[in-house]
């Protein structure tokens, strides 16, 4: 059993199932007092999932607070499953085994939400997809390729919220998984979502025109850290694209904000010698030069500001010269 407040490192997952604060941003996300109610759950009640889901929503007062309890306990509590014999999806893997073996993929993250809260009474919607995780690199497509991620859409207050408690509950680093919260993928924007999740049915991307899968597959890969930061793509809003021996890309980027840039070819870093980077008036300019033809792959981390520890990854592009 998964204790509270134990930090868990184990391998992580071989395809998209993979995974700060946005609640200033976020109407919805809950008062502090359910993320309390979720990290001290009592043992005694996590026996069943209908024991569980009783206690959980008990002090839950509307929607949106037993949207947000079901989703920390999730985060604290399951670990990814990176066992061989376990598919991408698992979708045949019960709710009651997830919660016995603390243990899930995708799919079992998505079932045990759906389980607690059909039990508490919130309505919720298992969404199968496509997803821009670990494994993926800029310009991969997916048409024709089977599903591989799952995540969910919520009702709260007569409105469809989309939540992923796979992303949320941790991270890859370097072929190790590591569990640490994150809020973004507690009632994240659709149209943010849209650039790493893609539903099967679109109808799920909740958006006022869905995007094609074409359109998808194009999109320039963003990691959450790009949106919490407030970036934007002035210039390259595509993941790939044809370059030039000397080429300059430009993005928003708050005045506090801290960014690096790595250009690597055949595997080389090659930063040192032909990137400069410029950060004026809110514009991040990044001149490039690419010293001889071939792909290459630049990615841009940022930070919130200079205090903060470490860089997280904040865009990816594929380039060809």
């Not at 071989?14 to 200033?24: D, H, K, L, M």
């Amino acid at each position: 059993m998964i204790k509270k407040y134990l930090s868990i490192l184990s391998l992580f997952m071989f395809v998209a199932c993979s995974p700060y604060t946005r609640n200033n941003n976020n109407p919805h996300s809950s008062t502090s007092q359910m993320d309390v109610i979720a990290l001290n759950t009592p043992d005694s009640v996590e026996t069943s999932i209908q024991s569980l889901a009783m206690y959980l929503g008990q002090t839950a007062k509307s929607d949106s607070e037993k949207a947000r309890v079901l989703y920390r306990w999730m985060t604290e509590n399951i670990i990814y499953d990176i066992s061989p014999t376990i598919s991408h999806m698992s979708s045949n893997v019960s709710a009651n085994d997830v919660l016995k073996t603390r243990k899930a993929v995708c799919g079992g993250y998505a079932g045990l939400y759906k389980s607690l809260a059909d039990i508490i009474g919130l309505k919720v919607v298992e969404i199968n997809g496509w997803a821009k995780g670990v494994n993926y690199t800029p310009g991969a497509l997916f048409e024709g390729k089977t599903t591989n991620h799952a995540w969910i859409a919520v009702l709260i207050d007569s409105t469809w919220h989309l939540i992923d408690p796979t992303w949320g509950a941790g991270y890859m680093n370097n072929g190790v998984y590591v569990q640490k919260f994150n809020d973004y993928y507690f009632l994240t924007p659709p149209n943010e979502l849209i650039y790493s999740h893609y539903p099967q049915d679109r109808q799920w991307q909740l958006l006022p025109q869905n995007v094609t899968l074409n359109e998808f597959e194009k999109n320039i890969y963003v990691k959450w850290t790009f949106f919490e930061l407030g970036m934007q793509a002035l210039t390259h809003k595509e993941c790939t694209f044809q370059a030039h021996k000397q080429d300059t890309m430009r993005f928003y980027i708050p005045d506090k904000a801290q960014c690096k840039v790595r250009l690597n070819l055949n595997d080389n870093d090659i930063s040192d010698q032909n990137i400069t980077i410029v950060h004026k008036n809110n514009t991040l300019i990044i001149y490039l030069i690419l010293p001889q033809k071939g792909v290459y792959n630049l990615s841009i981390f940022a930070k919130k500001e200079k205090a903060a520890k470490t860089y997280s990854l904040a865009a990816e592009y594929k380039l060809v010269r």
